[in-house]
């Protein structure tokens, strides 16, 4: 087993074709159901690049569209969440009623062709799994098909009684597969997480990968926050368990070389009086996951110079990115040739 070639990593052209590839057709964690249950709740955000909101309309139906005006191609929301009855572009004020119909384009003009129903807010599908709020530009499967084995594994869990209670997103400079390949073994975290490292039985560390799930466990020592279980969903998101609760989170490319990581907390309990508690665990997640950020960026420029050649994958920690590296390129193309060949000619 060998690693992928680093220019899948670093071109530009590459990032577009799997924008049109991987992220439109697949299905994005996007939002928590909690965050849509009133008429006019909104949540809106990005998927690689392309500007997608989620919107309960007047009507109690749960709707998703691309943020993009019909008219210039304006963004009708900026990035959050918050509640409307309508949504006005703000370059030349079209106004959208929040079901996604065209109510109104102001000083347009007399044309007999003209009609506002001709012109909605183009359409995505969303969809809500045990009160995750998923989003799809163009699916090529159905979320049932894509959470495949995510859905046994999950059966134990109390997804449900789990409440939204923080939302933090980090950004660094390093290619989202980098990280990617990062998350889905437990190789590094000697290396990288001495603290981590010692709060595990690293040697009974084990990892799982197949049918659109890498499940990575090892048994706690002491006090660990973490419940000892940890996984990755194809093609971006994250979900890891502790005491009481659990963050979610989607790996979100900004370029070739940024990405953008959008994490949430949830927790059973969310009393005020236990604020201190539920903080803690959030910063000791956070710091977790910025020691990664070092080593991600170190070796993205590595691959960004030409320096690196595919290195062998470990057998016995590695199989999570031996089977990301495998589904990523059957998705591309069907080969590392065949993406080489239609990256070169691509837009």
């Not at 690689?48 to 929301?77: K, Q, S, T, W, Y």
């Not at 079901?99 to 969303?126: C, I, R, Y």
């Not at 990575?216 to 969903?233: E, K, N, V």
């Not at 910063?283 to 991600?296: G, H, M, T, W």
Request: charged share 20%; with cysteine.
């Amino acid at each position: 087993m060998l690693n992928m070639a680093a220019r899948h990593y670093t071109d530009e052209q590459a990032f577009r074709l799997e924008r049109n590839t991987l992220f439109r057709q697949h299905w994005q964690l996007f939002c928590h159901v909690s965050q849509l249950l009133n008429p006019g709740d909104y949540v809106s955000g990005d998927i690689a690049g392309m500007a997608v909101l989620a919107i309960r309309g007047n009507d109690g139906e749960l709707r998703a569209f691309l943020n993009v005006c019909r008219h210039r191609g304006a963004r009708l929301l900026e990035p959050g969440s918050g509640n409307c009855d309508t949504l006005r572009c703000p370059y030349h004020n079209w106004l959208y009623h929040n079901t996604g119909q065209l109510k109104h384009a102001p000083w347009f003009g007399e044309d007999s062709a003209f009609n506002v129903n001709d012109w909605p807010l183009e359409s995505v599908s969303v969809e809500i799994w045990r009160g995750l709020v998923f989003v799809a530009i163009n699916p090529v499967s159905t979320l049932a098909d894509q959470l495949a084995a995510t859905v046994a594994e999950l059966h134990d869990v109390p997804l449900e009684s789990y409440q939204l209670w923080a939302t933090r997103e980090l950004v660094f400079e390093a290619n989202w597969k980098i990280y990617t390949d990062n998350f889905v073994e437990g190789y590094h975290i000697p290396g990288i997480h001495p603290e981590f490292f010692r709060a595990i039985d690293f040697n009974n560390f084990e990892t799982v990968a197949c049918d659109g799930l890498v499940r990575m466990t090892a048994p706690p020592r002491g006090d660990l926050f973490y419940q000892g279980r940890w996984l990755w969903m194809w093609p971006n998101w994250t979900l890891s368990l502790f005491e009481g609760g659990m963050n979610t989170s989607r790996i979100n490319p900004l370029s070739a070389d940024r990405t953008q990581l959008i994490y949430r907390f949830y927790f059973s309990d969310v009393n005020a009086t236990t604020d201190d508690d539920r903080r803690q665990v959030l910063e000791s997640n956070l710091e977790v996951i910025k020691e990664d950020f070092a080593i991600c960026l170190a070796t993205h420029a590595n691959y960004k110079a030409g320096t690196y050649k595919p290195g062998p994958l470990s057998p016995r920690h590695e199989q999570g990115v031996n089977y990301f590296q495998k589904q990523y390129l059957a998705t591309i193309q069907g080969s590392e040739t065949d993406v080489e060949s239609t990256v070169e000619t691509e837009l």
